[in-house]
């Protein structure tokens, strides 16, 4: 069965700290996807990037960089030199391709909350 | 563009009262979705739809209804509404099926509280 786990309820930085938020997956099938969502304050949840299970090419946009290791079944998301605007809950989703609950195949992690003090 | 837009935003409901959320995007998507999101719990899809007329239950589905009569529209009906239905509800939609990898676009969401 498909799981998303993120540990991390809440993180607590000062700006300008890198910070690094986990997510380990679960998942039978070679053929899946992941995600990184982001919900802000305002409530709208955001994509921020999707990765297939082929390519483990660690991904750089801008402060965000994601580093995706099926040998541990991870997909974590860094952001370098935070800054207040990151403040939000993240979320990591799996997606997987032959199966999955309902139309949409995904399944979401808890979420972590990202503080970013100024 | 607009996007996925849900109304209301916030909205308080006695026990037993009814209502319905309402979800309309204007990107052409035939995958439409509903989810609530409780506390630290993540987001459970409540219903899906595949394109007009077509809805399907997911995870939750106990005490909602749906209907899609149109590619826009894809309203959330709640029928006696219970305390265990206070939530956060998203509406979201996708061009082809979240499951092949699509990504999904969210409403803003709607704060709902049954006292």
């Known amino acids: 069965a498909q799981k998303v786990t993120q540990a991390q309820t809440e993180i607590s930085v000062v700006e300008k700290e890198d910070v690094t938020l986990d997510c380990v997956y679960e998942t039978r099938d070679t053929t899946y996807y992941l995600f990184w969502y982001k919900q802000p304050p305002s409530g709208e949840l955001v994509f921020l990037i999707r990765r297939n299970s082929f390519d483990e090419q660690n991904e750089i946009s801008g402060r965000y960089s994601w580093n995706f290791q099926k040998s541990t079944s991870s997909f974590n998301f860094t952001i370098t030199a935070s800054q207040v605007v990151d403040s939000a809950v993240y979320f990591c989703?799996?997606?997987?391709?032959?199966?999955?609950?309902?139309?949409?195949?995904?399944?979401f992690g808890k979420g972590t909350h990202l503080i970013i003090q100024p | 563009n607009a996007g996925v837009t849900q109304t209301p935003k916030f909205r308080i409901l006695k026990i037993g009262q009814s209502m319905t959320l309402q979800c309309t995007q204007d990107m052409n998507h035939n995958y439409m979705y509903w989810y609530r999101q409780d506390p630290g719990m993540g987001l459970k899809l409540i219903y899906y739809?595949?394109?007009?007329?077509?809805?399907d239950k997911g995870e939750v589905p106990n005490g909602y209804n749906v209907s899609r009569s149109t590619t826009e529209d894809f309203p959330l009906r709640l029928e006696l509404a219970a305390p265990s239905q206070t939530s956060v509800y998203f509406c979201?939609?996708?061009?082809?099926?979240?499951?092949?990898?699509?990504?999904?676009?969210f409403g803003s969401g709607t704060q709902l509280s049954v006292l």
């Open positions: 739809s595949v394109g007009a007329g077509i809805t």
């Open positions: 979201a939609s996708s061009a082809t099926k979240g499951g092949s990898g699509e990504k999904l676009f």
């Open positions: 989703a799996l997606s997987d391709f032959y199966s999955g609950g309902g139309a949409d195949g995904l399944t």
